[in-house]
């Protein structure tokens, strides 16, 4: 609430609405205590008084009453009314697109199409034909132009109740024993009230407005009521020589209603959680860099290496806090070689993969230290120009959900081709021809066929194919895969790494596979990188940290995973969460966790130790290698 | 043992609308006949990979689908059409995705109160009494009941989506993927509660998973299910072993062991078939290394191939 109206009050256009529409209200709230003569009473003799005459401040009308009572009675009637008819549709139209919306089928189909009808006809023409059939004056005006609101309401909650029905706490209220009815009110309705309310807000501006059209009309508030569509319209005829009485309730209604609806805009935008988040500022084309300690010595990397990680550290720093997602990590592949980074969810894995390629959102991820090295050039604060030329070409990365990284409206030979054009200077149909080759390497079947297909065509395993091919498309020399089979089938996931490994021993490709699954780790990648806490934990050949894990994460963690064969069995679990990398402990960031943990696991920065290809990060290791 | 759950031909079609002239066209078959019964204090797994029809099969054993056919027994009571207020008496639901299963605009104590107030109409001292107890046994603290679903990780919400069924007091568990969601530390912590629990609270538990590894430590026996159909089951300890059903033995095969060396298990392209246009006889022939002709024309049905293990194949493997 108060992050809410912090951002509203940073939107300077809204403040100032809100400050009129607030002035204007009280106004009209106290109107009845004012010292003011009486709106109806009628003084012929002093008719068209112009503004600042002796007792009445804003003049007065055709028939000698005075403006300003008028002015402030007609406002006050015109702003109920307004925001009246603002609530009726509200309500009504809130209310059936709930129902259309939660019970949809048939219902919904009669609901929404009733709506439909409604709106066929223009807007004015339906409220006049309402005010006919049922008669002028104020309530019917009220009735109408709430009934030609209601399409507005009944469309936006139908279509935010369609997503919110479908939700598993729906189906579990249910389950409780909750009834269609019940869970109408007390389920969605908290969830769609905000809409509602920033629905109506934006809306109330122009009720006000329509009624006073119809008032104007003569359809709405009848003489003598006052209200400032009527007092416009009876001003009509002397508009050329007392042109003061249609400006006073003209500037009010102008006034009501650039003022409601600044508001409203400010309120919409202070509750978009896009707006919220800082999001909706659009990310660099790099992530930024802002080392704040020494760039590593190129000789500190593996002399063989293709790809070398030194010291990375990447964090967020979002409103005030520092996130320290990569705390100093070091990793490095060589060609041919499949390098596994296995972690849980938070510990860094992602953010490590992505730090490579500069591709971590900014704002809010910036690199604050380290260097990676493409066969010795650091990539770390490499011109944008320079990392684009690599991207794809040199260094390509293949994420979970193909789905998403896809073009939904490409073909995917058409994704493929442009994959290609980007870096090479090919004709159309080379490309094409490359790009079928491609699909024919990732074994596609039939790729003839399926060259012209959309992504939405195909099943989550050929679509995993297709993220593999757009990786090989410049024949790079490294691979980052991260999670590439988590979201698919136990029988798909199989093949897609045999497909991999494959393609890692034709081609000498160097693979980065990020995963949380020891099986797959076990099955595909040579050695092995543990993270915890944005730190590695421990590395090595990866049968032998699998046989004899020297870090007491790295034991408990293969311990807590079930393996096939195993039978019936307690687990051993973990207790307790990784920590929040906005709060690192000092020292061993799972010495929380950790039966082995003593006073100095927590006293201070802890570095890997070790010899040849395995090191732990960790001052009692479980086994002591030699 | 008593029978906890007995299932009787239960079988879903969802109609398709049919065209303005072409008259009403044949639904898609999600769930085809299905048969067995679970004994009291049971766990029976169900495995399958996507598109199988384990979450349409769930969502019909607790009411929230009505089944286009078949038998729903629990305790020996018939219930097939009746509500899901009903059914949450007996038979309770856990989420998959634990934070989308808990409305984000209500606190924890609102939720866990709905099913005791509405479905065993307990007063305030009784529920808040119950609430306590139930928060204690499934590992939370009482300060956290009047939090909102956001504040918590996924084991947390997990653990509260499983104390909110357990609220119901029902006698069945329909567990749908409760840990696929969670990181590998956190699902060992949740599946050792859950083990718990239904010694605590004499429970019989249906796990759905597609993790077979996860299925096996869990489970008593275990169900196999391919495109809508049980194509196996047995027990939990030889199922995988030895298996019977050619689909059974590619999923043990596909599931990375660590140990086992890398290849893909022989089999011919890896897509479903159209559940628009099923195919006349088996659903896995078209997969399957051994399917003849037999296989294409007749749908085998399901047969004991030794104690407590059966299978729907013509050609299954023999020891």
């Not at chain 1, 579990?172 to 908290?190: C, D, F, Q, V």
Request: glycine share 10%; proline share 7%; aromatic share 6%.
């Amino acid at each position: 609430m108060r992050q809410f109206l912090r951002l509203l009050a940073r939107n300077r256009l809204a403040s100032l609405g809100g400050v009129v529409i607030t002035g204007i209200a009280m106004l009209a709230l106290i109107t009845p205590l004012l010292p003011l003569q009486h709106p109806d009473v009628i003084d012929t003799a002093h008719r068209f008084l112009f503004p600042f005459s002796e007792g009445h401040l804003l003049g007065t009308d055709q028939l000698g009453r005075d403006l300003l009572s008028r002015l402030l009675w007609g406002t006050r009637l015109s702003l109920a009314v307004g925001v009246a008819a603002a609530l009726a549709a509200g309500i009504v139209g809130s209310g059936m697109g709930m129902v259309a919306g939660y019970v949809g089928g048939r219902t919904d189909n009669i609901i929404m199409r009733a709506v439909d009808m409604l709106m066929a006809f223009p807007y004015i023409l339906l409220a006049l034909a309402i005010v006919a059939a049922l008669g002028p004056g104020l309530m019917n005006a009220l009735i109408a132009v709430a009934a030609v609101n209601v399409p507005f309401f009944a469309r936006n909650i139908r279509g935010i109740t369609l997503g919110l029905a479908r939700r598993e706490f729906v189906d579990a209220a249910r389950l409780s024993g909750k009834g269609h009815l019940r869970i109408i009110l007390t389920e969605l309705l908290p969830n769609v009230l905000p809409v509602i309310v920033v629905a109506m807000s934006t809306t109330v501006g122009w009720m006000i407005l329509e009624t006073a059209g119809l008032s104007f009309l003569g359809l709405g508030a009848q003489p003598p009521q006052a209200d400032l569509g009527g007092m416009l319209g009876q001003a009509r005829s002397a508009m050329i020589t007392s042109p003061h009485t249609s400006v006073v309730p003209g500037v009010m209604i102008f006034l009501i209603v650039m003022s409601v609806n600044l508001l409203g805009d400010g309120v919409r935008d202070a509750l978009d959680p896009r707006l919220r988040s800082g999001a909706l500022s659009r990310p660099r084309a790099s992530t930024r860099v802002a080392r704040q300690h020494a760039v590593p010595a190129p000789e500190a990397a593996p002399a063989d290496a293709l790809l070398a990680v030194q010291a990375l550290e990447t964090q967020f720093h979002v409103t005030g806090r520092v996130y320290r997602a990569v705390n100093g990590v070091d990793l490095a592949v060589k060609p041919g070689e499949c390098l596994g980074v296995i972690g849980e969810s938070g510990s860094g894995k992602s953010v490590t993969a992505l730090s490579v390629m500069g591709l971590v959102a900014s704002p809010p991820g910036v690199i604050t230290g380290g260097a990676v090295r493409y066969r010795g050039e650091d990539l770390i604060g490499a011109p944008y120009a320079r990392l684009r030329d690599l991207r794809g070409e040199s260094i390509s990365y293949i994420f979970q959900d193909p789905l998403s990284t896809l073009h939904p409206l490409y073909r995917v030979g058409d994704q493929l081709a442009e994959a290609i054009r980007v870096h090479h200077p090919v004709s159309r149909a080379e490309a094409r021809a490359r790009a079928l080759q491609l699909l024919h390497d990732v074994r596609i079947p039939n790729p003839e066929g399926r060259i012209d297909d959309y992504p939405h065509e195909m099943s989550g395993g050929m679509r995993q194919r297709v993220g593999i091919a757009m990786a090989l498309a410049n024949d790079p020399d490294i691979i980052i895969a991260d999670e590439p089979t988590t979201a698919l089938d136990v029988t798909v996931q199989a093949q897609i790494l045999g497909l991999l490994d494959d393609l890692r021993r034709d081609r000498g490709l160097a693979i980065v596979f990020i995963t949380h699954d020891f099986g797959v780790v076990a099955q595909l990648c040579d050695r092995v990188a543990v993270m915890y806490a944005g730190q590695i934990v421990e590395t090595g050949p990866t049968a032998e940290v699998l046989a004899a894990p020297a870090h007491p994460y790295t034991r408990r963690l293969i311990a807590c995973v079930p393996e096939l064969g195993g039978g019936r069995r307690e687990l051993a679990a973990i207790p307790g969460l990784p920590p929040s990398v906005d709060a690192l402990p000092d020292g061993c960031a799972f010495a929380a966790r950790c039966d082995r943990a003593v006073a100095d696991c927590r006293a201070g920065r802890i570095d890997m130790t070790g010899t040849g290809a395995r090191s732990v990060r960790c001052l009692f290791p479980e086994e002591a290698f030699a | 043992m008593t029978e906890a759950l007995r299932v009787t031909n239960l079988s879903k079609t969802f109609p398709r609308a049919g065209g303005l002239f072409a008259g009403a066209r044949p639904g898609v078959r999600a769930v085809r006949p299905v048969s067995f019964a679970v004994e009291t204090g049971e766990t029976l797994g169900i495995v399958g990979e996507s598109g199988c029809g384990k979450s349409t099969f769930a969502r019909m054993l607790v009411g929230l689908l009505p089944p286009s056919g078949g038998e729903i027994e629990i305790e020996g009571r018939r219930l097939d059409n009746a509500d899901p207020a009903r059914f949450g008496k007996m038979i309770q639901y856990v989420f998959q995705d634990p934070i989308s299963s808990l409305n984000p605009r209500k606190t924890i104590r609102q939720i866990l109160e709905a099913p005791l107030r509405l479905l065993h109409g307990m007063g305030r001292a009784e529920r808040d009494a119950r609430i306590a107890e139930i928060f204690d046994s499934v590992h939370l603290r009482p300060e956290f009941l009047d939090r909102y679903p956001h504040e918590f990780s996924g084991g947390q919400a997990q653990r509260i989506g499983i104390a909110r069924a357990l609220a119901a007091a029902p006698r069945i568990l329909v567990l749908d993927e409760p840990v696929s969601a969670l990181d590998v530390s956190v699902q060992a912590q949740v599946l050792n509660l859950l083990a718990r629990l239904k010694d605590d609270f004499g429970l019989t538990y249906l796990f759905i998973s597609h993790d077979l590894a996860v299925v096996e430590a869990v489970s008593d026996r275990v169900l196999v299910l391919y495109f809508g159909a049980v194509v196996e089951i047995g027990r939990a300890e030889s199922i995988f072993k030895r298996p019977r059903h050619p689909y059974t033995r590619l999923l043990a095969d596909s599931a990375p062991v660590v140990g086992r060396p890398l290849r893909a298990p022989e089999q011919r392209g890896s897509e479903l078939p159209d559940p628009l246009d099923p195919p006349p006889g088996c659903a896995f022939a078209g997969r399957c290394p051994r399917a003849t002709d037999l296989c294409r024309t007749e749908e085998p049905r399901l047969r004991p191939m030794e104690e407590d293990q059966l299978a729907a194949c013509h050609h299954p493997f023999e020891d």
